[in-house]
């Protein structure tokens, strides 16, 4: 495997960044145990905030920690927080530290709402009541944000009381696995998740359309359908498929791709898929 592929001017998929994920999660669950007290606590009312590729994560976690019963949890891009509702705590995510609309985000509520930055950044300056820098699960420059994003939510997971040796397991299973050859002609993807999977889903879309240039969307799983053929298109689903999502994509025509892994694990054969289409492209 190339230690990078080249994808826009400027930026690059780092294949040591896509492949380092599992041990990343392993070190953010135990980061999650040793400074758990700077996390949401049960029955708090918190606010994530996260950009770019960090806010899929950012609902994501949201998600989970409500289905969870941890508390009332909004996600939020950085850039269209509501300043005016009443929070607890607010985690911000923020791969750099200095996007400047996380600097004024946490200026202004600095001494009213206590605040948690996690970061890859090891000199990023002290924007929040709290840091947690994650260095290990920084990317190289310009790079393609793939490990960050995935590590956050990791430890957030970990945070809610989550195993995540499964989800370990299954993503050095994702590294492994040959891509099916289908999946390079495609020239559409949908991505289609549940609750906290459809925001895994728009994480996916997010990856092929900004990384690969391909057309790719998201849906709730329960509100798409097929109305069309579709023999270009590859319907991914993150979770469980109900058997009428199963009749719909054969009879268009089109490919259907599932699995049994943890979602964070699946998202990693997307990630794969960019660094492939990426190399091809290249060629």
């Known amino acids: ?20 994920q599992p041990d990343c999660w392993t070190r953010a669950a135990e980061l999650a145990v040793q400074h758990r007290e700077l996390l949401p606590r049960r029955g708090e009312r918190v606010a994530v905030v996260g950009s770019g590729a960090s806010y899929p994560m950012a609902r994501a976690y949201a998600a989970l920690r409500e289905a969870d019963g ?61 840091t947690l820098r994650l260095g290990f699960a920084a990317e190289p420059q310009a790079a393609v944000a793939t490990r960050f994003p995935t590590t956050v939510l990791a430890l957030l997971r970990a945070h809610l009381g989550e195993n995540l040796d499964d989800a370990t397991d299954d993503a050095y299973e994702a590294m492994e696995e040959v891509l099916p050859q289908v999946l390079y002609g495609a020239r559409r993807f949908t991505f289609l998740g549940t609750g906290w999977t459809y925001a895994i889903a728009e994480a996916a879309a997010q990856l092929m359309r900004d990384n690969a240039g391909t057309w790719a969307q998201a849906y709730p799983e329960p509100e798409f359908h097929l109305h069309a053929p579709a023999e270009d298109q590859v319907t991914w689903v993150f979770g469980d498929v109900p058997d009428r999502l199963t009749h719909a994509v054969r009879e268009s025509g089109g490919t ?16 794969r898929l960019v660094m492939a289409t990426l190399a091809r492209g290249a060629a």
Request: charged share 15%; aromatic share 4%; no cysteine.
């Open 256 to 271: 259907l791709v599932t699995s049994s892994r943890d979602p964070l694990a699946e998202l990693v054969r997307v990630q």
């Open 70 to 130: 941890h508390g009332e949890t909004d996600a939020f891009s950085a850039s269209a927080f509501l300043y005016g509702r009443e929070y607890d705590r607010i985690v911000a995510i923020t791969r750099t530290g200095t996007a400047p609309v996380m600097l004024r985000l946490l200026g202004k509520v600095h001494g009213s709402v206590p605040s948690v930055a996690i970061t890859a950044s090891h000199d990023a300056p002290g924007i929040a009541d709290h």
């Open 1 to 20: 495997m190339t230690s990078t592929t080249t994808s826009h001017p400027g930026t690059v998929v780092s294949a040591q960044g896509v492949a380092g």
